[in-house]
């Protein structure tokens, strides 16, 4: 079985200050991982997705993930935060089994200006 | 090329009511998945069509169920409405053909319903 956990359900940082979403998976299998970021009122957009090519996972708008094996982790960073990263974000695990995506619940960041 | 588009985009109906939702995937993607969002369960898989077939399930009652048009465009269909069944129901698709793990899905804006 799979799952994935997103260990802070809200996150608030200023304008311009670092962004650090948690995340750790449970998988039997070699995973397949994935952040998607949704706007209110918006469907999801993949921000990044981690295929085992590379351990660190450049995405768009300047997020980045590293996959670490060992502690089971896939955080998601930011430098600097903008006004515009004000969303929920998630956390995705996919097996080697189809098209099955399993979510965490979700972290929302809320960003101060 | 045009992104996943969900019609309707809210829906009101009554409990005990039927009500068919319908997506329509990228072109030239050939498999589609849907998940129901929710506030206390979060997003969860409902199922996947791909070549007109239910390739995967979700844990959802036999009252949820779906179809795949030789388009590619895909209806879900819940019966006998619940006040749980309001959700945000998600439509996803994926140029996957192998159905393989690293697959990028996109998903549509969403088909909001509420069950009254």
Known sequence: ?113 | KAGVTQTPRYLIKTRGQQVTLSCSPISGHRSVSWYQQTPGQGLQFLFEYFSETQRNKGNFPGRFSGRQFSNSRSEMNVSTLELGDSALYLCASSSTIAGHSTDTQYFGPGTRLTVL
């Not at chain 1, 998630?90 to 399993?102: E, H, I, P, R, Y």
């Open chain 1, 1 to 113: 079985a799979q799952s994935v956990t997103q260990l802070d359900s809200h996150v608030s940082v200023s304008e311009g200050t670092p962004v650090l979403l948690r995340c750790n998976y449970s998988s039997s299998y070699s995973p397949s991982l994935f952040w998607y970021v949704q706007h209110p009122n918006k469907g999801l957009q993949l921000l990044l997705k981690y295929t085992s090519a590379a351990t660190l996972v450049k995405g768009i708008n300047g997020f980045e993930a590293e996959f670490k094996k060992s502690e089971t982790s896939f955080h998601l960073t930011k430098p600097s935060a903008h006004m515009s990263d004000a969303a929920e974000y998630f956390c995705v695990v996919s097996l080697n089994a189809g098209n099955m995506l399993t979510f965490g619940g979700g972290t929302r960041l809320m960003v101060k200006p």
